[in-house]
């Protein structure tokens, strides 16, 4: 069978050609447009033929319609960890596969998360800005005693122990705190022990640390995981850190929150964005409080992970391309040719 990728991939033709060096032969390799503001039609013109489609959250909304526009597909293959991009329920219903590509960045986004946890704790941003744009007096200095914490002795909550929780606590304990996790299905003990956490359901691990990281893929369980009733039940001066999706935290809470002096600080990869110009742009409250440090969700973005990542997906794709079953199917509804 000839095959028909479209990607929607930043990558060009001929990068794209050479992950799949040696096996072009029947696989027709085309790029369906990357622009933020890709239009709805332009994409289901671009997948109408198409066999295999390759796409990530900043790539357009692989909503019902193009779904149904690619009558041909036989997998949709997410380059990124989360799939909430792509329209699943849709995709169960039309009967085509749906696979994501998990643990490629799981290192990038665990470094990212330690960074965010000791920028808060150190103020960082704050100190940083202050003193280029005005300096510091030694009182200001001094004030700023209280302020900034050690992360040696803390308790750190991880909520969602996949792969990036899991380097995320392997990371953190060199630098010593007090480690507590929670996910729905806890882990034997010896595993708990290798990496040195221990359980606590969710209420007592909001109660009991000190800063929360945030771990876990966007799903109807986890929208809004942490909002005003999560954060009422947190230590004063608690701080807050997401890595994951922007809609597992309420912005909102957590900047009234920051403003009442309930939280410390808060570091964020991800938050609502709206679209300027083709152009992203941050769009929540957080942006107009102090002691916040983010980033345009970049965490997972490094060289080293990209690289693995298109091995990853390219490897899964080969899998079909060989009438084999792919791999990281997140619905059943996979039928061999």
């Known amino acids: 069978m000839k095959h028909k990728l479209v990607s929607f991939l930043t990558l060009s033709e001929d990068e794209l050609g050479a992950l799949f ?28 033929d198409a066999t295999i489609i390759v796409a990530f959250p900043g790539s357009p909304y692989i909503t019902r319609r193009v779904l149904e526009a690619a009558k041909k597909v036989k997998l949709v293959q997410a380059s990124s960890v989360g799939y909430d991009f792509i329209d699943l329920d849709a995709a169960t219903e039309l009967g085509i596969p749906v696979a994501n590509n998990p643990g490629w960045n799981s290192t990038a986004v665990a470094e990212h998360a330690i960074m965010l946890i000791l920028m808060t704790l150190k103020r960082a941003i704050f100190a940083h800005t202050k003193g280029r744009r005005d300096g510091f007096s030694m009182p200001e200095i001094l004030s700023l005693w209280d302020q900034v914490w050690e992360l040696r002795g803390k308790t750190l909550g991880i909520i969602g122990l996949g792969g990036t929780g899991r380097e995320v606590a392997k990371l953190a304990r060199a630098f010593g705190p007090r480690m507590l996790y929670y996910k729905r299905n806890r882990l034997p003990l010896e595993e708990e022990k290798e990496l040195g956490v221990q359980y606590r359901p969710f209420d007592e691990l ?19 995981m942490i909002g005003r009733e999560e954060i009422a039940k947190m230590k004063d001066g608690a701080i807050i850190i997401n890595v994951a999706r922007e809609h597992i935290l309420d912005d909102v809470a957590a900047a009234e929150a920051l403003k009442a002096g309930k939280l410390h600080a808060v570091g964020v990869d991800v938050v609502p964005t709206r679209i300027v110009d083709g152009r992203w742009m941050g769009d929540t409250p957080l942006s107009e409080c102090d002691y916040v440090v983010s980033s345009p969700h970049l965490a997972g973005a490094t ?9 990853q997906w390219s490897e899964n794709v080969s899998r079909l391309l060989d009438g084999e079953k792919p791999l990281y199917l997140v619905n059943d509804v996979w039928e061999p040719e």
């Open 206 to 224: 909001l109660e009991e640390s000190d800063i929360v990281t945030l771990h876990v893929p966007l799903t109807d369980e986890t929208r809004g």
């Open 21 to 48: 060096e040696g096996r072009t032969e029947g696989l027709q390799i085309t790029r369906g447009g990357v622009r933020v503001n890709t239009l709805e039609d332009e994409a289901c013109e671009a997948v109408k």
């Open 303 to 311: 060289k080293e992970s990209h690289l693995r990542a298109a091995k």
